[in-house]
């Protein structure tokens, strides 16, 4: 009989992971298109004042960074709110959030209402990436926990990749107004499907002390219930705050900041390349699809790289296998500037990926399994809000440059020095200290 629960609820268990894993990959791949496709279209708003209005690159880059404001407040917001009302109430709302954001997108009539719709939608999108890698942490499997976060996390690389491939195949049939409705597909699809198969974490309703629920939910999931401290004194005071309080607890107020940073760095080189690539290759000479496919296998590449170096990241620790990952992307930018053949650049360009959006994918993990449950959302949506200036700064980085008329290889060292800055931050990070005094961790 004892074998037969244990069987009964291993099945459970392997049920309820692939739900909460296809779920949360499903809804990042969505964001990662929201966020990515401005990119895919800007040239058409620089080409073509009937879209939009007149688009100069300067005001290109204020408009893509709008949705990455929206991000960093929806993010920073969420973090708090995830670890209080729970990580489910949040993605429900969040995939509804950017659906309709998109929706609005695709009918705005100038710049000024594109932006102000940018930057509503990058409030859902903000507050999803906060909340997904702290429920996939909780439900993964210890040993593989920053490969279920990478596998999640792929998705943003893989909806930035898919935003490049059907611009390139349907763009010209739908216009960029349908490449935006895409993005709203989540409201008819993800949403429905998420209500019924997407469960709360057992984890945070334990953190909570609603220990009945946890328990009931543990029996439908086949999830364990982590065990209560046995006494008080197994929680130190800065431990027992929960939030963006036990965030920036003497406990954990150093790596808060340097991990922030760390983000930032990160997310400033993802968002360069994720807004200017194309720009930047349509001035090297390439053609319009022919400069679109240089940012599908940007993404292609992060996506790869991520998932291969998310194990050796279980096996080794996340932190040297973060370092590696940004300095593999400051030599393949500096790479970038030899006179290669097409087929090689493209190669270098995926590798590129790896050591920028793939870097960030691992941050997320990294993050994700270096801070206890009750603050564990708070931390990654600070990883996700802060670094969000790095983001906000990205595009307005790619334009100064472009506008400032530095040639392409120049623009190239620059953002390589950014990734050697985003090494010298990971090292920076100390060891976790996450499992001291933390029965509760997942």
Not at 152 to 181: C, D, K, Q, T, Y
Not at 184 to 195: C, E, R
Not at 322 to 327: D, G, H, K, N, P
Not at 397 to 405: R, T
Request: hydrophobic share 50%; aromatic share 10%.
């Amino acid at each position: 009989m004892t074998t037969m629960n244990h069987s009964g609820q291993t099945a459970r268990r392997l049920n309820t992971m692939r739900w909460v894993l296809v779920l949360a990959t499903v809804g990042l791949i969505f964001d990662g298109y929201d966020l990515v496709v401005y990119g895919a279209v800007v040239s058409t708003f620089l080409r073509d004042a009937n879209q939009i209005g007149t688009v100069t690159p300067a005001m290109a880059g204020v408009l893509g960074s709008y949705a990455l404001f929206g991000v960093a407040i929806g993010a920073l917001l969420a973090g708090s709110v995830g670890d209080i009302i729970g990580r489910r109430k949040v993605m429900l709302a969040s995939y509804a959030w950017f659906s309709v954001g998109m929706a609005m997108t695709a009918m705005s009539a100038t710049a000024r209402e594109f932006g102000w719709m940018r930057f509503v939608t990058g409030l859902g999108i903000g507050s999803l990436v906060a909340t997904t890698a702290a429920l996939v942490s909780e439900y993964a499997p210890k040993d593989k926990k920053n490969l279920y976060i990478a596998i999640s996390n792929g998705g943003i690389p893989l909806g930035s990749m898919l935003s490049a491939v059907l611009a390139i195949v349907l763009m010209e049939h739908i216009g960029w107004r349908g490449m935006f409705w895409i993005g709203a597909l989540p409201m008819v699809t993800l949403l429905p499907l998420a209500y019924f198969k997407m469960p709360e974490s057992v984890a945070w309703l334990a953190s909570r002390g609603r220990m009945a629920e946890a328990r009931a939910l543990s029996e439908r999931t086949g999830v364990a219930v982590p065990k209560a401290p046995a006494t008080n004194a197994e929680i130190t005071p800065n431990n027992d705050k929960s939030g963006f309080a036990g965030l920036f607890s003497s406990h954990y107020l150093l790596p808060t900041l340097v991990l922030g940073c760390m983000s930032a760095t990160g997310l400033l080189l993802v968002y360069s390349l994720n807004t200017w690539l194309p720009e930047l290759m349509l001035r090297a000479g390439f053609n319009a699809k022919g400069s679109l496919s240089f940012l599908a296998v940007l993404n292609g590449g992060s996506l790869f790289g991520a998932l291969a170096a998310s194990r050796a990241a279980d096996r080794f620790g996340p932190k040297p296998v973060v370092a590696a990952s940004f300095a593999t992307g400051a030599a393949a930018l500096v790479v970038l500037t030899f006179n290669f053949e097409l087929a090689a650049l493209l190669a270098t360009v995926a590798v590129v990926g790896l050591g920028t959006s793939g870097t960030q994918t691992l941050i997320y993990g990294f993050v994700a399994n270096y801070y206890r449950t009750n603050v564990r959302a708070a931390g990654v949506a600070w990883c996700a809000g802060f670094g969000r200036i790095g983001g906000i700064g990205g595009p307005m980085l790619g334009s100064f440059l472009i506008s400032a008329g530095l040639s392409l290889d120049l623009i190239f060292y620059i953002l390589a020095g950014l990734a050697l800055l985003g090494v010298s931050l990971t090292l920076l990070v100390p060891l976790s200290r996450s499992a001291l005094h933390d029965p509760t961790r997942a």
